[in-house]
């Protein structure tokens, strides 16, 4: 039977739709959740303008600049499913705190790096903490705050810092690279880590699954495995084409070991993914959702980061301001997408989002060389950005709603690991057309057309797909 996330209760007559205010400890236990999150958020893209800058100091060729990124995106991605269950089954707060703390550690090993591989073993293992935080922070915010407006409320605001973190990661790495050089970038994160982690262990409650299953080493082996080497194969292939043996290799790996683990899930007595979850239309569909949204915007933002720079011939940090207004408007979504929510529900807050960001991907097709395509690229750059987070924070409420306090972890880690392979997955598949083209600004065209339409395709498949869903309930 498939859950109802579209409908809510209706108020009488003349009564208030607004949310609920949250007491005092709630605001508390939702800074520390969000600030968390925020953090890992900005570990995405901060390092990226100072790379640069970053490999002559530690002695590292171009060719390998791309560890830098992908040394965090291996362990962050390909343990996300794993720690989300060991979260389940051992206790949430007591690994979300584990990640925390290294995540700090290992944010002032990069800070102090010395050469190429403890800077590297810093990326490793923030990607490390950042698979522990994410899907536990994720399963203590949906468990502390009970499903209905008080969650839609803070799954808003977690969602606008996630949007948001990113962003100010892109401008707060241009101006501390500029001012204090590369290594603040990762101090930056230091601190984060240490304002957050004394807060936590006295406001956030423990929870577990009851029972203690044992854990799913198979599953956990397949799976992680077989994630570490889809995204190895694509972070590698975003630099280097689909051409070489590695990519080639991982690949075919990746995809087998993923086989094996469904495989695996099928007979396992207590799985990490429960397969009849899989097949709910509310999870399955909501999680294409997100794959789609963050895949495809991830893409508009590399392609435009190029476009800005070598087409407009705008300097780093004019780039990084449009995209810095483009996050004030991400922040102002954030607010009204609860109420967006509450009004028409999760499922279609879903798709209308996903439409509206194809239609104004569609609006950047006219840009060129002349000097006001800038301002159609913030403005339009901007609302689709908008209407991204709204798709963010209803999938993951499409895929979360109804789930018992028992899977949330898993549900969540659902949720996060489609969040880190969108992010993955895009400029690989579409941003290479750009990267590849004789004229960058005619495969900045073919990567915004193929970005709309599969966009705009998945809002029609989706809106299908869950309606089908909701008539059978």
Excluded at 248 to 265: D, K, M, P, R, S
Aim: charged share 10%.
């Amino acid at each position: 039977m498939a859950i109802d996330t579209t409908t809510r209760p209706t108020a009488p007559a003349g009564a208030s739709l607004d949310t609920p205010r949250l007491s005092t400890r709630d605001k508390l236990v939702l800074f520390v959740l969000c600030a968390a999150q925020f953090m890992v958020a900005l570990d995405f893209s901060v390092l990226n303008v100072a790379l640069p800058r970053l490999g002559p100091d530690l002695g590292m060729s171009r060719s390998a600049l791309q560890w830098a990124v992908t040394a965090f995106a291996l362990p962050s991605g390909g343990f996300l499913l794993l720690f989300g269950r060991v979260g389940d089954l051992y206790g949430r707060r007591r690994l979300f705190l584990a990640g925390l703390g290294l995540f700090g550690a290992a944010s002032l090993l990069a800070t102090l790096a010395w050469d190429p591989a403890s800077f590297l073993a810093g990326r490793a293992l923030q990607g490390l903490g950042a698979a522990a935080i994410v899907p536990t922070g994720m399963s203590l915010l949906t468990t502390t705050f009970p499903e209905g407006p008080a969650r839609d409320r803070a799954l808003g605001i977690s969602g606008t810092l996630l949007s948001l973190g990113f962003t100010v990661g892109m401008v707060a790495g241009g101006v501390l690279t500029d001012a204090l050089g590369w290594r603040s970038t990762m101090a930056l994160l230091t601190v984060f880590a240490l304002i957050v982690l004394p807060l936590a262990p006295g406001l956030l409650p423990e929870s577990r699954t009851q029972g203690r299953p044992r854990l799913d080493v198979p599953g956990a082996a397949t799976v992680t495995a077989g994630l570490l080497s889809l995204i190895y194969a694509l972070s590698t292939a975003a630099d280097h084409g689909f051409g070489r043996a590695d990519v080639i290799t991982a690949l075919i790996a990746g995809v087998l070991l993923l086989i094996a683990f469904t495989v695996v899930e099928a007979r396992a007595t207590a799985p990490l993914v429960s397969l009849p979850m899989l097949r709910r239309r509310t999870v399955a569909w909501g999680n294409v959702g997100g794959l789609v949204t963050f895949s495809m915007m991830s893409t508009v933002v590399f392609v435009l980061t190029l476009y800005l720079q070598e087409v407009l011939r705008l300097s780093a940090f004019e780039t990084g301001l449009v995209f810095g207004f483009q996050g004030v408007l991400s922040a102002v979504a954030g607010t009204f997408a609860p109420k967006v929510i509450g009004r028409f529900g999760a499922r279609r807050t879903l798709v209308g989002s996903l439409a509206g960001q194809g239609a104004l991907v569609a609006a950047l097709l006219p840009l060129n060389a002349g000097s006001w395509s800038v301002w159609l690229a913030t403005a339009a750059v901007s609302l689709a950005s908008m209407c991204h987070l709204g798709a963010i924070i209803s999938y993951g409420l499409t895929v979360t709603s109804g789930v018992p306090d028992d899977e949330q972890g898993l549900a969540t880690g659902l949720v996060t690991s489609t969040q880190q392979v969108g992010i993955t997955v895009g400029i690989p598949l579409l941003g290479v057309l750009a990267t590849t083209s004789d004229d960058l600004l005619q495969g900045v065209h073919t990567v915004l057309a193929l970005d709309t339409a599969i966009v705009l395709a998945a809002a029609v498949l989706i809106g299908v797909g869950l309606r089908r869903g909701q008539s059978r309930t």
